[in-house]
């Protein structure tokens, strides 16, 4: 498949999926420039305070080249920023040493993956399953369909915009597991906190979250 990939490398060069320079070496996906430069969490990479949660980590803050980056792998059909994305979050998993029996994802509503044709999350969910070696499995569906949390105005506002929008829909794979909710984003929490509620009720024993970046 080498000719193949030399095609494909020719009709759409590989870019850093950061700064989205052209890269020299496909196969990277990520510049030397951004490896060094990004806005890496540090020491900070994981958050305490989300409700129902026990910790949720991220390698990277949610600004500048990681902002662009995030909104094509949403909107942009870059899906194989998923792999790239997981190298980081694995990091992140490790040296906080979060453990799971169970990767699970915050999903799209069906109208979402109609229109997009892939739910990101789940692609982070995947990556992540193959890295970690543990299963990755559907505990929630999104049974309604909300407007966007970007465009919602206050922390008060955002838990109210996805009440109820989330129902566990494998309690019996659910229940007394230690669940690792993935998400892209987190910025208030909502969201994840949401999920995380609502596979407590259905007995979970435990969940711990990982996204790709959060608001600094
Ligand atoms: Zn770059």
New binding site residues.
């Given amino acids: 498949m080498k000719l193949f990939d030399n095609l494909l490398d020719l009709l759409y060069p590989p870019r ?1 999926a ?2 989205h ?1 052209l890269l020299r070496n496909s196969g990277e996906g ?2 030397k ?2 490896l060094t430069k990004l806005p890496y969490t540090g020491d900070c990479s994981a958050q305490t305070g989300l409700k129902h949660i026990k910790s949720c980590v991220s390698p990277l803050y949610y600004e500048n ?1 990681v902002r662009e980056s995030l909104h094509r792998f949403k909107f942009g059909q870059r899906t194989g920023y998923a792999g790239i994305y997981a190298g980081f979050m694995v990091k992140s998993i490790d040296e906080n040493e979060i453990s799971c029996d169970i990767i699970t994802w915050a999903p799209v509503s069906r109208q979402r993956l109609r229109s997009r044709g892939y739910d990101q999350s789940e692609l982070l969910g995947r990556e992540l399953s193959a890295r970690l070696g543990i299963a990755c499995m559907r505990l929630l569906v999104k049974q309604r369909h909300t407007p966007p949390q970007s465009r919602t105005k206050n922390a008060a506002q955002r838990r109210e915009n996805v009440k109820g929008a989330y129902r566990c829909c494998d309690p019996e794979a659910t229940r007394g597991k230690k669940i690792l909710l993935v998400d892209d984003i987190v910025t208030s929490g909502s969201t994840l906190s949401e999920c995380a509620r609502m596979l407590k009720e259905a007995g979970a024993a435990e969940v711990s979250a990982v996204t790709v970046a959060r608001k600094r």
């Fill in positions: 850093c950061f700064c320079r990520v510049c420039d951004c080249n």
